[in-house]
């Protein structure tokens, strides 16, 4: 007697991401492992840093079940609870809702705009923030709407109150200032704390206020780069999350300093909302820990 064939139906799966921090101690691992068994996930990636300075624990996991997400958070609720945890449970390759804030100058928003476009860059952005209107026509072509926010010293605390407001409008979970030339508040700091990313020239600390890539130059400094940090209230000096360099030497021009660092720029700000995104990247006091 022919025996019929057997088909399998294939169990759908869903990944997920877990990050947490808390205070490190023993049995942690094996708690989180165990909470994940039990809710029938299958670890299929993990990293995990005790620091040495703060005797923080932090912890990167992936996972694949057949569960849903709220099933997975409810099984380590309690060890959320039982070690004081910060810990976040999200759906892999979901998309960050984020809103850019600029000024006049393009490239790192051309960057951000081209990788999101590309695929490769995880976040959702439905508004673009501008003190001016130069960068209108860039955010009309990728279909952006495009808020026009004037600030000046009589206006400020308005403009930052309209900020917020389009914050919760939007449901905006990233802010990314790629070259907003303007200094937020600090009470605005505070609000954004954690979920705001600035990128600035690095390695030219000395260089500040108008055109510091020609002081660089009249310098003669040997290397020019760029930081992508949380904002703070302390002025360029927030938890920093990417930093990138270059050489420079004696045959370039004040121009050509200009253009090698807005394309260090663009570059490291897209790498740290990337990662930021991706849930790799956590905050340890005045550091982060990023996992690759």
């Known amino acids: 007697m022919a025996r019929a064939a057997c088909s399998v139906i ?26 994940l068994l039990s809710a029938g996930c299958n670890i299929t990636e993990s990293q995990q840093f005790e620091s ?11 996972v694949a079940t057949g569960q849903d997400l709220e099933t997975v958070r409810g099984s380590l609720g309690p060890v959320k ?23 006049k100058e393009g490239h790192a928003l051309n960057d951000l705009l ?69 200094i937020l508040s600090d009470d605005l700091c505070r609000a954004l704390n954690g979920r705001a990313i600035n990128i600035h020239h690095s390695f030219l600390p000395s260089f500040k206020g ?19 940090h949380y904002v703070t209230a302390d002025l360029d000096e927030g938890p920093i999350i990417e930093q990138e360099v270059i050489r420079v030497d004696h045959a370039r021009t004040a121009e050509q300093f200009v253009a090698m660092g807005r394309d260090v720029e663009g570059r490291t700000l897209t790498r740290a909302v990337a990662w930021h995104a991706e849930r790799r990247v956590m905050l340890d006091g005045y550091r982060t820990v990023v996992f690759s």
């Open 210 to 228: 108008a055109k510091p890539y020609h002081q660089a130059h009249a310098r003669g400094v040997k290397i020019i780069g760029a930081t992508a």
């Open 114 to 182: 081209y990788s999101q476009r590309a695929g490769t860059l995880p976040v959702d952005i439905p508004v673009i923030v501008s003190n001016h209107l130069d960068l209108k026509p860039m955010a009309d072509f990728h279909g952006i709407e495009f808020i026009h926010i004037p600030v000046t010293a009589a206006t400020k605390a308005e403009a930052e109150a309209r900020l917020l407001a389009l914050v919760d409008e939007h449901d905006i979970e990233l802010v990314v200032l790629a070259r907003y030339m303007q």
């Open 81 to 103: 609870e039982r070690f004081g945890m910060e810990l976040k449970v999200t759906a892999a390759g979901s998309r960050v809702r984020t809103m850019i804030m600029v000024s």
């Open 10 to 35: 294939p169990v759908s799966t869903n990944d997920f991401i877990v990050s947490l921090s808390c205070p490190d101690r023993p049995g942690i691992v094996h708690a989180v492992s165990g909470a």
């Open 52 to 62: 040495p300075e703060t005797h923080n624990f932090f912890m990167r996991i992936a």
